[in-house]
């Protein structure tokens, strides 16, 4: 069974403050997604990476793969109020080469974004 | 439809009564998954299905859930005999499912049906 750890669970910050969140396993996956997900709806996809050592940037949030592809990181740079939610790790079974869409994903992060 | 339409989107049931909740996935979307989530954590996968094969039930946590999948759209997620800790946010998923194309793992989630046993 394939397990993601997500740090921290829970990150309260003020507006304009820099936060990471991370996500390790000690397996190997095809690709890694991060979602975000707001009360009463389901997740949203933000950034699939897939290439170990990629980054890739979405406005004030950058995601990192490990070179290793077991690991991954969420940065986001000045936090607005509109950041909070939750938001997971989700990661793609490396499974014989193939990829699918069995996603095994972390606990979550709740952040909250204090004006 | 343009998403994934999911009912009922709250329901309150007696502990051991029979529910089903249904998801209504994206037209060629062959690929439909259910996650269950407790309150503000992560999605524990429950079963996947693609296409005509044989589904994943690799994650139902016991013989009183079952799913099934009709002419490879709407799906019907059954629980009987309910119990307290069956008590979840329950998420379904679907995709395109080309094994081995990116559209397999792009997931788009239903806004879930919250169920609540007491």
């Known amino acids: 069974t394939q397990l993601l750890e997500q740090s921290p669970q829970f990150l309260s910050i003020q507006e304009g403050e820099n936060l990471t969140v991370y996500c390790n396993s000690s397996?190997?996956?095809?690709?890694l997604q991060w979602y975000r997900q707001e009360p009463g709806e389901g997740p949203v996809l933000l950034v699939t990476?897939?290439?170990?050592?990629e980054v890739k940037k979405l406005k004030r949030l950058t995601f990192q793969f490990g070179d290793a592809r077991k690991d991954s990181s969420l940065h986001i740079t000045a936090a607005q109020p509109g950041d909070t939610g939750l938001y997971l790790c989700?990661?793609?079974?490396?499974?014989?080469?193939?990829?699918?869409?069995?996603?095994?994903f972390g606990q979550g992060t709740i952040l909250t974004v204090h004006p | 439809g343009a998403g994934v339409s999911q009912s009922p989107s709250n329901k309150v049931t007696e502990k051991g009564k029979d529910v089903e909740l249904r998801c209504d996935p994206i037209s060629g979307h062959t690929a439909l998954y259910w996650y269950r989530q407790s309150l503000g954590q992560g999605l524990e996968f429950l079963i996947y299905?693609?296409?005509?094969?044989?589904?994943?039930k690799s994650g139902l946590p016991s013989d009183r859930f079952s799913a099934e999948r009709t002419g490879g759209s709407v799906s019907t997620l059954t629980i009987q005999r309910t119990q307290q800790e069956d008590s979840a946010v329950y998420l379904c998923?679907?995709?395109?499912?080309?094994?081995?194309?990116?559209?397999?793992?792009?997931?788009?989630f239903g806004a879930g049906s919250r169920l609540t046993v007491l």
């Open positions: 397996s190997v996956f095809s690709s």
């Open positions: 998923a679907s995709s395109l499912g080309l094994r081995g194309s990116s559209g397999a793992n792009v997931l788009t």
């Open positions: 989700a990661g793609v079974p490396n499974a014989g080469g193939t990829s699918y869409g069995k996603l095994t």
């Open positions: 299905f693609q296409g005509n094969s044989a589904p994943d």
């Open positions: 990476v897939v290439t170990g050592g």
